[in-house]
């Protein structure tokens, strides 16, 4: 077994001080929430620090809530040799949420980012191809949001069963 | 083959000559039914389980599934068909050559399923996009209740005229209700 999450919340604390928000280590899946403007080079520091090895990326999710007026996009990290793990989240503003990509430090993020950005409408600053992955490319609004409304319609086919 | 399956519809007898012409086409076609390969969802597994060994298509003609709709003239639709996909069904639907029947399998095809109030994405019914002549519920159905469709879109095979291939007077019609009005 590798690093406990204290020790490697201890770590990005170190090298990150004053951009982590947050820190939840003896919560049930333990997370750090750092600045939007680190991500990406936490997510090379978490990737290349020899203690840390985090060689996979194995979600980028987002939550919207808006009570709190927020979109929360999360990363999960995982180490396959050190076999720990590690959920950073962002938390963007609700009407222009919007996040430095890093599609450059894990090849898996594309497509991940994709679909958070379909679902969500998170906007991912430098990502080569930023375009709808789920929805069709003509679909309007972004259907994980909580006042998302189905439309009455799409392309001439009813979508409201009365 | 049973021998009531052999017995000409009652529909037909009013032309002596084209009668026995279109009852001898309508048993060779009815008795090699070329499904179209097209499975989306869930439904398809099911489909494939009806053509596998223990349920076995292939006793009733219809093991030839066509990997391509020009040669094919019965459409199972299995599965979920969402908004993105309804535009390639509707092709597929227009490519096969008359005279073509659809069969709906499963409840997202019949009118959306478990996605009928909050699936944003899924098409309530596939009959709003492409006629659809014989529904088969179940979530997904059984392999005897997709063998049933099956005889039942035998059944309205064996009723088609040689003259009328495009099955004007059979062909049900893309279903397009009217908003509901105000009270």
């Given amino acids: ?162 | 083959m049973s021998p009531e399956n052999l017995t000409p519809d009652p529909l037909v007898k009013n032309l002596v000559f084209m009668n026995s012409v279109d009852y001898l086409v309508n048993l060779t076609r009815s008795n090699s039914v070329w499904p179209l390969t097209f499975g989306l969802a869930c439904c398809a597994i099911e489909m494939m389980a009806t053509g596998a060994s223990k349920y076995d298509i292939a006793r009733f003609g219809s093991e030839a599934f066509r990997a391509t709709p020009r040669q094919a003239d019965l459409m199972i639709v299995a599965g979920t068909v969402t908004h993105k996909m309804a535009p390639r069904v509707k092709r597929l639907y227009d490519q096969m050559p008359e005279p073509k029947y659809v069969i709906a399998m499963g409840g997202c095809v019949i009118r959306g399923g478990p996605y009928v109030k909050y699936g944003y994405h899924v098409v309530k019914g596939v009959d709003l996009v492409v006629p659809v002549d014989v529904y088969v519920p179940g979530c997904p159905p059984r392999p005897e209740a997709l063998l049933e469709a099956l005889f039942k879109v035998q059944k309205l095979m064996r009723r088609e005229k040689i003259l009328d291939r495009t099955r004007k007077t059979t062909k049900p019609e893309v279903y397009r209700p009217a908003a509901p009005q105000a009270v």
Wanted: proline share 5%; aromatic share 10%; net charge negative.
């Fill in chain 1, 1 to 162: 077994m590798g690093l406990e999450s204290a020790q490697i919340h201890q770590i990005v604390k170190e090298k990150f001080a004053d951009s982590v928000l947050e820190e939840a280590a003896d919560a049930v899946d333990p997370f750090i929430v750092v600045k939007p403007g680190v991500i990406e080079d936490l997510a090379y520091f978490c990737r290349d620090d020899t203690r840390l090895e985090f060689d996979l990326l194995s979600c980028i999710s987002g939550v919207d809530y808006p009570e709190r007026n927020v979109i929360e996009v999360i990363y999960c990290l995982d180490s396959t040799p050190n076999k720990h793990w590690l959920i950073v989240k962002v938390v963007l503003p609700r009407d222009n949420p919007r996040v430095r990509t890093v599609e450059n430090v894990w090849r898996t993020a594309d497509w991940h980012e994709r679909e958070t950005y379909d679902l969500l409408g998170v906007t991912f600053e430098g990502h080569h191809n930023l375009i709808r992955i789920l929805c069709a490319e003509d679909w309007v609004g972004y259907p994980l949001r909580r006042d998302y409304v189905m439309p009455e319609t799409y392309r001439g086919i009813r979508n409201v069963v009365y």
